[in-house]
Nanobody, 114 residues
Framework: QVQLVESGGGLVQAGGSLRLSCAAS????????MGWYRQAPGKQRELVAH???????NYADSVKGRFTISRDNAKNTVYLQMNSLKPEDTAVYYC????????WGQGTQVTVSS
C-alpha cells in the first residue's frame, strides 16, 4: 500500500510563490513517475508537471517557465516550486505516483488572489 501526503498549499497574492511537497510512503518500486495535477472548480483535472525517477520532466504549457518540479528519491518526495503565480493557477493540487500501481494524494488548495 502506498500513501501520499501533500503539504504547502495556501493563499497567495498574484506574483507570489508557493512550494508544494508530496511525501510517498509504503511499497514503492524504484522506477516510477511522480507528478502534480490540478483541478479548478468546474474544470477537469489536468497535468501540471511530472518527473520520472531518472529525472526527466514534463510541464503543461501554461506553467512552463514559472513552475519547477523536482524530487528527492531518497525521501520519496516530490516538490513543486510555483513562482509568478496567477489567479488562474487557483485550484486543488493533487500529487500522483505511478509505479506498479496508480496512487493519488488527498489534494491541497492553492488560491491566488488578484
Amino acid at each position: 500500500q502506498v500513501q501520499l501526503v501533500e503539504s504547502g498549499g495556501g493563499l497567495v497574492q498574484a506574483g507570489g510563490s508557493l512550494r508544494l511537497s508530496c511525501a510517498a510512503s509504503g511499497s514503492i518500486f524504484s522506477f516510477n513517475v511522480m507528478g502534480w495535477y490540478r483541478q479548478a472548480p468546474g474544470k477537469q483535472r489536468e497535468l501540471v508537471a511530472h518527473i520520472f525517477s531518472g529525472g526527466s520532466t514534463n510541464y503543461a504549457d501554461s506553467v512552463k517557465g514559472r513552475f519547477t518540479i523536482s524530487r528527492d528519491n531518497a525521501k520519496n518526495t516530490v516538490y513543486l516550486q510555483m513562482n509568478s503565480l496567477k489567479p488562474e493557477d487557483t485550484a486543488v493540487y493533487y500529487c500522483r505516483l505511478r509505479s506498479r500501481g496508480d496512487y493519488w494524494g488527498q489534494g491541497t488548495q492553492v488560491t491566488v488572489s488578484s
